[in-house]
């Protein structure tokens, strides 16, 4: 061996002997902690999964009951969801022929594929939740304003994308209980063809027949309809989703951290030595954090052990359920579907997200930003639209069942009038008259937004529990399942 390779390896052996020194050097160095601040704020600023963070936070961002931990716990959801599917793509087939028994591997031969799949289907459905009461919580807090309204944007459409998510991963397992909720998802997407009918304009333009055929790729739900949804649920919609959780994240930084009071109620003591009231992120926000990851955790791996995700009978096409039901959080769409298709199914769930999107640009006032229900005039102005929204459903869902409507009062009656004078219809406009009222009264457009935002997710909920509880064969009204009749 020539001299220049001994060079060589001994070269080679000195830089390991470098490295080895350096990662001692760095593991000692965080076993004694991080003592100076600019070593905290290092940390922070020069670790990849870190950097998303400020060097420095107000403490208030950290008072458990301003936040509630909503974000993080949708985001840890989303990272669960993430390992969780992966582990199941290894055994799932997205074959019509294939995908029932492939779940049925999972959970009865796989080892520990029942439990992943118990906690892939709690933490999808725990992430619906989670996004939609931190949504709530952005609202109410009024942290839409001060320049954050692209972030309550971005926020809007990665609501719209976790319904999303679930949705598509709902036709999977290929059961009795996928395929007919898919199928009521597709027809009231579909829905657009009850308008022209009324019209009479459907054989020139179906839009209802396009939307159904970009859903499914046929008129039914089936092999196409399994592989886009597969594809959709794998690839397409986790990773726009991943890239506005990015951008959201980035943004909320960039808008100077999580919203807080501006008045004295937000000036809870901080570094000292600052003067800026902040403290270092660096160890308090990310123990914070950290406990907020363990609960997320613990709750998804407790009802994963206690609670089986269902999988009723391979799907039978010439077999439907009745009443043949969809996801839970489209159970509301559902309800007002069954007074029209289109109105319930196209031009209800734009106008509300069409409103959800516009609230930063009609509400501009600053100064309760931060604040819970912006005082104690907007908890009086919730309170009541909550009061109203919950009387205005009694009545929409009362009438129909007790004394009918439109058809059955004037059963020659012309379609568009019952799409456009329905239970669902003059609920909405109900609550654009109530906030336009508010807003009359009050001058104040965060009480008029307020006001709409609360009746109308005060309704949505309403309609979901009718939905989930309240409907049985053929969507009739019954008190409880147990008045069903016996088929």
Same mark, same amino acid.
């Not at 936040?67 to 799932?92: D, H, K, N, P, Q």
């Not at 059955?408 to 329905?422: A, K, M, Q, R, S």
């Given at each position: 061996?020539?001299?220049?390779?001994?060079?060589?390896?001994?070269?080679?052996?000195?830089?390991?002997?470098?490295?080895?020194?350096?990662? !001692?050097?760095?593991?000692?160095?965080?076993? !004694?902690?991080?003592?100076?601040? $600019?070593?905290?704020?290092?940390?922070?600023? +020069?670790?990849?999964?870190?950097?998303?963070?400020?060097?420095?936070?107000?403490?208030?961002?950290?008072? /458990?009951?301003?936040?509630?931990?909503?974000?993080?716990?949708?985001?840890?959801?989303?990272?669960?969801?993430? =390992?969780?599917?992966?582990?199941?793509?290894?055994?799932?087939?997205?074959?019509?022929? !294939?995908?029932?028994?492939?779940?049925?591997?999972?959970?009865?031969?796989?080892?520990?594929?029942?439990?992943? $799949?118990?906690?892939?289907?709690?933490?999808?459905?725990?992430? =619906?939740?989670?996004?939609?009461?931190?949504?709530?919580?952005?609202?109410?807090?009024?942290?839409?304003?001060?320049?954050?309204?692209?972030?309550?944007?971005?926020?809007?459409?990665?609501?719209?994308?976790?319904?999303?998510?679930?949705?598509?991963?709902?036709?999977?397992?290929?059961?009795?209980?996928?395929?007919?909720?898919?199928?009521?998802?597709?027809?009231?997407?579909?829905?657009?063809?009850?308008?022209?009918?009324?019209?009479?304009?459907?054989?020139?333009?179906?839009?209802?027949?396009?939307?159904?055929?970009?859903? #499914?790729?046929?008129?039914?739900?089936?092999?196409?309809?399994?592989?886009?949804?597969?594809?959709?649920?794998?690839?397409?919609?986790? #990773?726009?989703?991943?890239?506005?959780?990015?951008?959201?994240?980035?943004?909320?930084? +960039?808008?100077?951290?999580?919203?807080?009071?501006?008045?004295?109620?937000?000036?809870?003591?901080?570094?000292?030595? !600052?003067?800026?009231?902040?403290?270092?992120?660096?160890?308090?926000?990310?123990?914070?954090?950290?406990?907020?990851?363990?609960?997320?955790?613990?709750?998804?791996?407790?009802?994963?052990?206690?609670?089986?995700?269902?999988?009723?009978?391979?799907?039978?096409?010439?077999?439907?359920?009745?009443?043949? +039901?969809?996801?839970?959080?489209?159970?509301?769409?559902?309800?007002?579907?069954?007074?029209?298709?289109?109105?319930?199914?196209?031009?209800?769930?734009?106008?509300?997200?069409?409103?959800?999107?516009?609230? /930063?640009?009609?509400?501009?006032?600053?100064?309760?930003?931060?604040?819970?229900?912006?005082?104690?005039?907007?908890? $009086?102005?919730?309170?009541?639209?909550?009061?109203?929204?919950?009387?205005?459903?009694?009545?929409?869902?009362?009438?129909?069942?007790?004394?009918?409507?439109?058809?059955?009062?004037?059963?020659?009656?012309?379609?568009?009038?019952?799409?456009?004078?329905?239970?669902?219809?003059?609920?909405?406009?109900?609550?654009?008259?109530?906030?336009? $009222?508010?807003?009359?009264?009050?001058?104040?457009?965060?009480?008029?937004?307020?006001?709409?935002?609360?009746?109308?997710?005060?309704?949505?909920?309403?309609?979901?529990?009718?939905?989930?509880?309240?409907?049985?064969?053929?969507?009739?009204?019954?008190?409880?399942?147990?008045?069903?009749?016996?088929?």
């Amino acid at each position: 061996m020539s001299s220049r390779d001994t060079t060589g390896f001994s070269e080679i052996r000195r830089n390991l002997s470098h490295a080895f020194d350096r990662a !001692r050097a760095r593991l000692a160095r965080w076993g !004694r902690g991080l003592e100076s601040d $600019r070593q905290r704020s290092h940390a922070v600023s +020069k670790t990849f999964l870190l950097h998303y963070h400020a060097a420095r936070v107000h403490p208030f961002s950290l008072v /458990p009951g301003y936040t509630l931990g909503l974000g993080l716990a949708s985001l840890f959801l989303f990272a669960i969801l993430t =390992v969780s599917g992966i582990l199941l793509m290894l055994y799932y087939v997205p074959s019509v022929e !294939r995908a029932y028994a492939s779940i049925s591997d999972i959970i009865a031969i796989v080892p520990g594929g029942r439990f992943i $799949r118990n906690i892939h289907r709690w933490a999808a459905h725990g992430m =619906v939740l989670s996004v939609t009461l931190h949504m709530a919580r952005v609202f109410f807090t009024g942290s839409y304003t001060l320049g954050r309204s692209v972030n309550w944007i971005i926020g809007v459409v990665l609501f719209l994308l976790t319904l999303l998510l679930s949705f598509t991963g709902y036709l999977l397992p290929w059961d009795q209980l996928a395929y007919w909720a898919v199928t009521i998802g597709a027809r009231i997407a579909g829905s657009a063809t009850e308008l022209t009918d009324a019209l009479g304009i459907t054989p020139l333009i179906d839009p209802g027949r396009w939307i159904t055929m970009l859903l #499914l790729g046929a008129t039914t739900v089936g092999q196409d309809a399994l592989i886009r949804f597969y594809l959709l649920h794998i690839v397409l919609l986790p #990773l726009v989703a991943g890239v506005l959780i990015g951008l959201h994240l980035w943004r909320i930084r +960039k808008d100077g951290g999580l919203s807080r009071p501006l008045d004295e109620e937000a000036n809870i003591p901080g570094d000292p030595q !600052r003067g800026d009231g902040t403290i270092l992120s660096w160890p308090t926000a990310l123990w914070a954090e950290t406990a907020v990851l363990f609960l997320v955790l613990g709750v998804v791996l407790l009802a994963g052990y206690l609670f089986d995700a269902p999988l009723l009978g391979i799907a039978d096409p010439t077999s439907p359920e009745n009443p043949a +039901k969809s996801a839970w959080y489209f159970l509301g769409i559902q309800e007002l579907v069954s007074y029209s298709a289109f109105s319930g199914g196209i031009l209800l769930p734009v106008i509300l997200v069409v409103g959800l999107a516009v609230i /930063p640009i009609l509400d501009r006032e600053e100064q309760n930003f931060g604040v819970w229900f912006s005082g104690p005039p907007g908890r $009086r102005v919730t309170l009541r639209a909550a009061i109203f929204a919950a009387g205005a459903v009694s009545l929409m869902v009362a009438v129909p069942v007790m004394f009918g409507w439109l058809r059955d009062w004037f059963p020659g009656v012309h379609p568009l009038l019952t799409i456009l004078v329905n239970p669902g219809t003059l609920m909405c406009t109900s609550l654009l008259v109530y906030s336009g $009222r508010v807003l009359a009264r009050s001058g104040s457009t965060r009480l008029a937004s307020i006001a709409f935002f609360t009746g109308g997710g005060v309704m949505m909920l309403l309609l979901i529990i009718v939905g989930l509880w309240f409907r049985g064969p053929d969507w009739q009204f019954y008190w409880s399942p147990s008045l069903w009749p016996v088929p």
